[in-house]
Nanobody, 120 residues
Framework: QVQLVESGGGLVQPGGSLRLSCTASGMIFSIYDMGWYRQAPGLERELVTRITSGGSTYYADSVKGRFTIYRDNAKNTVYLQMNSLKPEDTAVYYC??????????????WGQGTQVTVSS
């Protein structure tokens, strides 16, 4: 009922920038928190950043000061601006949303992931 589609991943040199986008579609009633997770090979998925419907944000210490999350509620889209990228940022990045469809409870929804590779 709710689909999340990410875009914007790719290969970038250390110190470079990328912007990821995630757009939600489907029978959406309300979108609450939205966020970005990442997972590198052999490691657990980790929360990178999240933003509430009211605009409150959280950033993992590893990305604080370099990444910015923001959302456009009219477009049901959340963005992740990534600056000063480091090789350790290399991972598959997943969009997450807590949302509800009409007459349903809040559920978690996930995108399929987009690869970010930081390498010279």
């Amino acid at each position: 009922q709710v689909q999340l589609v990410e875009s914007g991943g790719g290969l970038v040199q250390p110190g470079g920038s990328l912007r990821l986008s995630c757009t939600a579609s489907g029978m959406i009633f309300s979108i609450y928190d939205m966020g970005w997770y990442r997972q590198a090979p052999g490691l657990e998925r980790e929360l990178v950043t999240r933003i509430t419907s009211g605009g409150s944000t959280y950033y993992a210490d590893s990305v604080k000061g370099r990444f910015t999350i923001y959302r456009d509620n009219a477009k049901n889209t959340v963005y992740l601006q990534m600056n000063s990228l480091k090789p350790e940022d290399t991972a598959v990045y997943y969009c997450n949303a807590k949302a509800s469809i009409l007459l349903s409870r809040v559920n978690d929804y996930w995108g399929q992931g987009t690869q970010v590779t930081v390498s010279s």
